[in-house]
């Protein structure tokens, strides 16, 4: 059996091949200066690119890849949580980062 690389496909529609450094460089991102080291991240990472092949796809919306690693970081540390999603959501105003804490809080309270 031949293993193939996993396609990202990008919101534009575009096409890459699945690159764990990026996603490392993201979490490392957003847990910078919190409680987890480069082995927790490798782990998460490949966590995730297991996850990502258990699929059985070939090509995977970059989407999923982000909800992964905020449903990842979401368990973890908040904080990093919401450093991630900062970025991964693109808020355009406080009012959307507002809300977006609001349905946080809101979650926490199931």
Do not use: C, W
Not at 24 to 43: G, H
Request: proline letters at 2%; a neutral charge; glycine letters at 8%.
């Amino acid at each position: 059996m031949q293993i193939r690389d996993l396609v990202v496909i990008k919101k534009d529609g575009s096409r890459s091949t699945f690159d764990r450094d990026k996603v490392v460089k993201s979490l490392q991102i957003a847990l910078r200066k919190r409680p987890v080291d480069e082995e927790q991240i490798e782990r998460i990472v490949n966590g995730i690119h297991r996850r990502l092949e258990s699929l059985g796809e070939n090509e995977v919306p970059s989407k999923l890849i982000g909800e992964l690693v905020m449903d990842v970081l979401m368990e973890m540390d908040q904080v990093a949580y919401l450093r991630y999603a900062s970025v991964y959501r693109n808020f355009r105003e406080a009012k959307d980062f507002g809300d977006f804490l609001g349905k946080m809080g809101r979650q926490g309270d199931d």
